[in-house]
């Protein structure tokens, strides 16, 4: 079954730092794109950033821009979102996604950031 | 950013009984390649979004032919011919025209 998995999430206090970190099973993440997405509690969906197949290209939403930094290491089939300077906004689930052309087939169950202290 | 507004924010329907979303967008949603980038998503409870509808129309693989989508440009429309039981939850409209992909507020359906 073609699957990814969120890790990482935990509490943390405001202008703290924390990674997450995205593996996959059934596919080979590191020959795709993907893509990081949050959802506030009770709230709607956010995207927060991209990554393209080689890392070489990302890109972020404005509200975490110059905070947080999407990589990926495609010998150990990982992605990764660090998050530095952390605000009590962040607090979310946040969900990996895999892009398939112009959108995203497969979504993680989804890691729990809580910012507050 | 293209903003999406999606409306109802919140229907009950029968099942049995047909229902529609409509979804707009600031700008248009036709790339430079001619495509028209606009998706539907499905969340239910407790579980991440799982995609219906990519390129406004083309129903991902397994979702049943009572989704369909319609629409161009700006203006779009996510339509259950007959809602079950199994199509609570919220349903995102979503452009990946550009950076950043944005989505709908949500649209809960309730049966």
């Known amino acids: 079954e073609v699957q990814v998995l969120e890790s990482g999430g935990d509490l943390v206090q405001p202008g703290g730092s924390l990674r997450l970190s995205c593996s996959a099973s059934g596919f080979t993440l590191s020959i795709y794109a993907m893509n990081w997405v949050r959802q506030a509690p009770g709230k709607g969906l956010e995207w927060v950033s991209y990554?393209?197949?080689?890392?070489?290209?990302?890109d972020y939403a404005d509200s975490v821009k110059g905070r947080f930094i999407v990589s990926r290491d495609n010998f150990r089939n990982t992605l990764y979102l660090q998050m530095n300077s952390l605000r009590a906004e962040d607090t979310a689930v946040y969900f990996c996604?895999?892009?398939?052309?112009?959108?995203?087939?497969?979504w993680g169950k989804g890691t729990t950031v809580t910012v507050s202290s | 950013e293209i903003v999406m507004t999606q409306t109802p924010l919140s229907v009950s329907v029968t099942p049995g009984q047909p229902a529609s979303i409509s979804c707009k967008s600031t700008?248009?949603?036709?790339?430079?390649?001619?495509?028209?980038?606009l998706c539907w998503y499905l969340q239910k409870p407790g579980q991440p979004p799982q995609l219906l509808i990519h390129e406004v129309s083309n129903r991902f693989s397994g979702v049943p032919d009572r989704f369909s989508g319609s629409g161009s440009g700006t203006d779009f429309t996510l339509k259950i011919s007959r809602v079950e039981a199994d199509d609570f939850g919220v349903y995102y409209c979503m452009q990946s025209k550009e950076h950043p992909w944005t989505f709908g507020q949500g649209t809960k359906v309730e049966v």
């Open positions: 700008q248009s949603l036709v790339h430079s390649d001619g495509k028209t980038y």
């Open positions: 996604a895999r892009k398939v052309y112009y959108y995203m087939d497969v």
């Open positions: 990554i393209s197949v080689s890392g070489g290209s990302t």
